[in-house]
Nanobody, 124 residues
Framework: QAQLVESGGGLVQAGGSLRLSCAAS????????MGWFRQAPGKEREFVAA????????TYADSVKGRFTISRDNAKNTGYLQMNSLKTEDTAVYFC?????????????????WGQGTQVTVSS
């Protein structure tokens, strides 16, 4: 069983930046994908970004492309989501997740382990 703990959420003004972290512990996998998703009130959980842990191949949702950057630190077993030029519509609970088969998925149901989420609120 893998455990994921997010941190770094908070309140920021539009145009500002935040960096989310996702610390992974417990069971490890030879090759997996870490993804970030978000869920706003009354909306479905949506894909934000994902990275292959071994080769650092990335993919992004169109809504965050050019503003968000996903990365990972192998030594710390931690993933990051750098969020710049934040907009009010980025307000949501952000979750990190792990897909253990190493496939760069954008569908939440394909991910096997989830963190508890961290709130990001962007004010106007």
């Amino acid at each position: 069983q893998a455990q994921l703990v997010e941190s770094g959420g908070g309140l920021v003004q539009a145009g500002g930046s935040l960096r989310l972290s996702c610390a992974a512990s417990g069971r490890t996998f030879a090759s997996y994908v870490m993804g970030w998703f978000r869920q706003a009130p009354g909306k479905e959980r949506e894909f934000v970004a994902a990275i292959t842990w071994r080769t650092a191949i990335t993919t992004y949702a169109d809504s965050v492309k050019g503003r968000f950057t996903i990365s990972r630190d192998n030594a710390k077993n931690t993933g990051y989501l750098q969020m710049n030029s934040l907009k009010t519509e980025d307000t949501a609970v952000y979750f990190c997740a792990v897909e253990r088969d190493g496939i760069l998925n954008t569908i939440p149901s394909r991910y096997d382990y989830w963190g508890q989420g961290t709130q990001v609120t962007v004010s106007s």
